[in-house]
């Protein structure tokens, strides 16, 4: 079964730092890209940030290259989502998502396969 548990969400002040993490199945990390996602009310889905963890490809929207950084860690088959200089406008809820291409994980078209059940985030201004 596939599974992925995100944490690390909260509410912070612009100019702060949040880590996010998505703890994957043994399966899942191994044979998935996977990505972090995130919608804010009333706008679409964005992809954020996307890794290939069988290398070192990665994918950065523009908005906030720069001040995300996806790492991973493959002992614990997790991904981390390091947000830093955070913006109020970087308020929304994040997901993330796996699939086994990484077109799906950066563009999200086809929508990536497998989705964890997201994390709040809120920057004050």
């Known amino acids: 079964q596939v599974q992925l548990v995100e944490s690390g969400g909260g509410s912070v002040q612009a100019g702060g730092s949040l880590r996010l993490s998505c703890a994957a199945s043994a399966r899942t990390y191994s044979s998935n890209c996977m990505g972090w996602f995130r919608q804010a009310p009333g706008k679409e889905r964005e992809a954020v940030a996307a890794i290939y963890t069988g290398g070192r490809s990665t994918y950065y929207a523009d908005s906030v290259k720069g001040r995300f950084t996806i790492s991973q860690d493959n002992a614990k088959k997790t991904v981390y989502l390091q947000m830093n200089s955070l913006k109020p406008e970087d308020t929304a809820m994040y997901y993330c998502?796996?699939?086994?291409?990484?077109?799906?994980?950066?563009?999200?078209?086809?929508?990536?396969?497998?989705w964890g059940q997201g994390t709040q985030v809120t920057v004050s201004s």
């Open positions: 998502a796996a699939d086994p291409f990484f077109r799906s994980v950066v563009a999200g078209t086809p929508p990536p396969r497998y």
